[in-house]
């Protein structure tokens, strides 16, 4: 049974960035301006998880409907589940960590922008339309 608690967690993580941001912890700003170095530290974890994923399932046998080509089977995970405990490793890897990730740079945007001018522009429908037509 897979345990949903996605919500609570986002919660948690806006609670925390907004504590650490307001005392002065970590300043929300310092996510954009060091953009390379935070995706660059991010996808080696995310691919650093999936080699530790692959190469256990391979090693214990754990393996489920592996296709005989590496590439594949590493990109689509040789274990079925991977688990630490109640956390699932692919979803913790594949989904939490790239969207908060996002969230946290949009939001990082966002404060850099309120610092440098004062306001935050918003995104009106028309421009909005010349970049999707």
């Keep these: 049974m897979y ?4 919500y ?3 919660y948690i993580y806006i609670f925390t960035m907004g504590f650490l941001h307001y005392f002065n912890i970590f ?8 953009y390379g170095a935070v995706m660059s530290v991010a996808m080696i974890y995310g691919f650093g998880i999936s080699f530790l994923t692959y190469f256990y ?3 214990t046998g754990t393996t489920h409907r592996m296709s005989g080509n590496v ?3 590493f990109f689509m995970g040789a274990s079925l589940n991977p688990r630490i ?8 890897a594949e989904v939490r960590v790239p969207w908060f ?5 949009s939001v990082s945007g966002c404060v850099k922008q309120y610092d440098n001018y004062g306001y935050v522009t918003p995104v009106s ?9």
């Excluded at 345990?3 to 996605?6: E, L």
């Excluded at 300043?27 to 060091?34: E, G, K, V």
């Design 57 to 59: 399932a391979v090693v």
């Design 27 to 34: 300043r929300l700003t310092s996510l954009i301006d060091n």
């Design 125 to 133: 429908q028309r421009t909005f339309c010349q970049y999707t037509s």
């Design 85 to 92: 405990g109640s956390v699932d490793l692919k979803m913790f």
């Design 71 to 73: 590439v594949y089977d």
């Design 8 to 10: 609570i967690c986002m």
């Design 101 to 105: 990730m996002l969230f946290g740079l």
């Design 3 to 6: 345990n949903c608690n996605a």
